[in-house]
């Protein structure tokens, strides 16, 4: 496992006052290869989420994108990590996206491609109301088919996904294309 060299702060983020960057941030990412399956390149975020101060600055970050939010919602399972960070830095309340067969009690359900194989995400009854704004937080926007899913599912039971952020995007991958016209919110680029 190595660095991600690749990795850069993403232009749209504005300035940091904590005095960690982005670019030590994108520092911490690894790259394992060949992970899940061969000839994927996974991009670790657990050393981001070890680190207090990085930790705090994407939170923060991601807070202050999530601008008009009534509730932040993250995606199984990293996005869980952000998403709570994120909507307790935001003074909002945060609802998990979970993978097929975790919740009790199912509101919506949603199956989607992924890059190696399919997944199905469900989201859990009585959590989000119609109406309610959501900012959906993900650790990475890679071919864009868990994000897209996650906010079709939220669109579903009527809430207005406002935004869709994530620590790293993967541009070359194409994901942002398959979120029509949700704003995506992106602290680093690789």
Do not use: Q
């Not at 997944?119 to 937080?137: C, K, M, Q, S, W």
């Amino acid at each position: 496992m190595t660095a991600a060299p690749d990795i850069r702060p993403a232009v749209e983020v504005g300035d940091l006052d904590s005095g960690i960057d982005l670019d030590r941030v994108a520092g911490l990412i690894r790259s394992v290869p060949d992970y899940p399956t061969p000839g994927v390149l996974f991009r670790d975020i657990t050393p981001v989420l070890a680190d207090g101060e990085a930790f705090a600055v994407v939170a923060t970050e991601l807070a202050a994108l999530a601008g008009e939010a009534d509730l932040v919602v993250g995606v199984e399972a990293r996005g869980f990590l952000l998403g709570g960070a994120v909507a307790l830095v935001a003074g909002v309340g945060t609802v998990p996206v979970r993978k097929a067969g975790k919740l009790p009690v199912v509101a919506a359900t949603r199956t989607y491609d992924l890059e190696y194989g399919t997944a199905t995400l469900e989201l859990a009854a009585d959590t989000v109301a119609p109406g309610t704004r959501v900012y959906v937080v993900d650790d990475v926007l890679a071919t864009g088919g868990t994000a897209a899913a996650a906010c079709a599912l939220l669109t579903d039971v009527g809430a207005e996904v406002v935004g869709f952020g994530a620590l790293l995007e993967l541009p070359a991958l194409g994901g942002r294309s398959k979120l029509g016209d949700v704003r995506v919110d992106a602290l680093l680029n690789g």
